[in-house]
């Protein structure tokens, strides 16, 4: 693992823009719904794994993980914390059915699912320990990335945890072949592009932003973990971010 200080950049400036809006990517979802689980084996099993380790989820917290997809992640957060409340919110109708079957397969009842959208959640402030959020920002049109994570703010207690996993840059020319397609037209994955959040969460005011990048089937995701500050925390300053490169698989 290679460690270094990234240097906050004018992230606009270096992500491509959606190409559609976000409707059109979510109706896409939902034709995907049924096989998305096949894709999501090949190229994010190693960052879900990964994100549920950083989530640490203590039993009895509050949880939301906005964009549920398959419910994959839903189950196990909700299966870590079954004297908690663990909420999810999606906006496909493919992807909600299969969450909702997953959960009757999984008999969790600490679990809750809503259909909305992650730019207008319908929860108060100040509402979550941790949220959860994988391969969504990535769909987004540019301009929505900051109100999505200024939302997810919102609705996360003081000293909450946010972990996301995104589709990146990649670091490494072979990693970049997702991208260079999508620039050309060959909108494989419904919007999906490389997006950093770091740089954005540091301009929302979030503390202790680290971000891990890892690749799977030289697929680039980014983990991105952070913190909403505390009215008691030290004066805020702009959040350095940690970065952690991991090696690519052999795969990767
Ligand atoms: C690539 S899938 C990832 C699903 C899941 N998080 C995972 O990691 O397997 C992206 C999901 O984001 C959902 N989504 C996109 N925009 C959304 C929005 N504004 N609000 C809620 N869900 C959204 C899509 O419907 C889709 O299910």
Redesign the pocket.
């Known amino acids: 693992m290679a460690h270094q200080s990234a240097p906050e950049s004018d992230w606009r400036s270096q992500i491509l823009e959606a190409r559609k809006p ?1 409707e059109a ?2 109706s896409r ?1 939902s034709t995907l719904a049924p096989v ?1 689980e096949l894709w ?1 084996r090949v190229t ?1 099993s190693r960052p ?1 794994r990964r994100v549920l380790e950083l989530a640490e989820v203590r039993d009895g917290e509050a949880i939301l993980e ?5 419910g ?2 839903l189950v196990s957060l909700a299966d870590r914390n079954q004297s908690g409340h663990t909420i999810g ?4 109708d493919g ?1 909600l059915a299969q969450t909702r079957k997953r959960l009757q397969t999984a008999e969790l009842t600490s679990v809750e699912l809503v259909r ?4 207008r959640l319908p929860f108060d402030d100040d509402s979550f320990n941790l949220l959860v ?4 920002l990535d ?2 049109m540019r301009e929505d990335i900051p109100r ?1 994570l200024a939302e997810f703010k919102r609705v996360m207690r003081p000293s909450g945890r946010l972990v996301l ?1 995104n589709m990146t840059k990649g670091e490494r020319h072979r990693h970049r072949v997702w991208d260079w397609l999508y620039a050309r037209g060959l909108n494989l994955t419904a919007n ?1 592009r490389g997006v950093l959040a770091a740089p954005v969460l540091a301009e929302l005011g979030f503390a202790e932003i680290r971000r891990e990048y890892m690749t799977q089937m030289l697929f680039p995701t980014e983990i991105v973990t952070a913190r909403k500050p505390a009215p008691t925390d030290a004066a805020p300053t702009r959040s350095p971010i940690s970065e952690t490169s991991q090696r690519a698989s052999p795969h990767g």
């Open positions: 976000v990517a979510v979802y998305y999501a994010e879900r906005v964009a549920t997809g398959t994959a992640q919110i999606e906006l496909s992807m909305g959208d992650a730019l959020n994988g391969y969504m769909l987004l999505a996993s999906c």
